[in-house]
């Protein structure tokens, strides 16, 4: 099951390294248990770079589990997962840094540090990880923050802002990286209403005018038809359809997919 067919939108982040068949990450039958209970089950799909591929679905399907298997954070029972052609299990700990240097991830929690001013949240990992100098650092983290409209926040500690600037300064964290991959998991879910829409505007920012591949689980269809490529809708860990957001939020084939939508648009 392909995201898509069509090369990266701009030439800005390193290239991919192409391959034949043009895709980033492919699960290739990867089946992941928890005790008895299988959450993915012999899962097979890909995304060529710069992608946004949106999992819908209800909750338990699976959806996370993927996202968690792309960070290493789990480990698959079978199946192969690829990156750029490069299986990512089994996974030593070089690897598995290298693997995380390529990859953001935003969750619903912010998980910002709480005694680091906004700026440094930023920068300290390209600091850190990728060697720049904290001059770098600094320029690279301010021009984050005015992207994501907190340019006059680098000051502020975590917790003088609200739900929706600390989400969006994890967003640009994730970005401070410079990563090829962003995985985004439910990243407005635990914000209040009105904040979500500023959240939302940011990310589509994001999808609009670079060309990260996205791997994107969310409950928010009118961002998903907006972002999506490739929409792959999940039930009991298996894609029971998918295809662009204007078929599947449109005219779905599955009565399963009806039934999840009219629940939650
Ligand atoms: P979704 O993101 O679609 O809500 P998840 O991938 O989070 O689904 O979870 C799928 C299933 O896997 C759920 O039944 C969940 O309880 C189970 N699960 C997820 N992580 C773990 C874990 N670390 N240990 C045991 N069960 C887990």
């Known amino acids: ?12 982040e390193p290239a991919a390294k192409h391959l034949p068949d043009g895709e980033l990450i492919r699960f290739d039958r990867v089946t992941k248990r928890f005790g008895k209970n299988t959450v993915l089950d012999n899962l097979c799909f890909s995304a060529r770079p710069g992608k946004h591929v949106t999992l819908i679905g209800p909750s338990g399907s699976g959806k ?13 029972d079978e199946g192969t997962i ?26 619903q929690q912010f998980n910002l540090f709480p005694n680091m001013n906004v700026l440094r949240n930023i920068t300290e990992a390209p600091v850190r990880v990728l060697g720049l100098s904290r001059d770098e650092a600094e320029e690279r983290g301010r021009e984050l923050l005015d ?32 990563p090829r991959i962003l995985l985004l998991d439910e990243v407005t879910s635990a914000l209040d209403p009105e904040l979500v829409a500023g959240v939302l505007d940011v990310l589509r920012d994001i999808a609009h005018t670079t060309d990260i591949t996205m791997l994107c689980v969310t409950h928010e269809m009118n961002f998903a038809r907006d972002i999506s490529d490739d929409v792959l809708m999940f039930d009991s860990g ?10 599947i939020f449109t005219d779905p084939e599955q009565e399963r997919t009806r039934e999840f939508l009219s629940a939650v648009l």
């Open 147 to 178: 992207m994501v409209g907190l340019g006059d926040r680098c000051a502020a500690k975590p917790t003088q802002l609200s739900g929706g600037q600390q989400q969006r300064v994890a967003i640009a964290r994730a970005l401070a990286m410079r």
């Open 1 to 12: 099951m392909s995201a898509d067919i069509t090369p990266p939108k701009t030439a800005g």
């Open 82 to 107: 690829t990156i750029d052609g490069e299986n990512l299990y089994p996974a030593d700990r070089r690897h598995v840094r290298e693997v995380r240097k390529n990859i953001g991830m935003v969750f």
């Open 64 to 76: 996370t589990t993927i996202l968690r298997l792309l960070m290493t954070l789990v480990t698959p």
């Open 238 to 247: 298996k894609v029971i359809e998918s295809g662009p957001p204007e078929k």
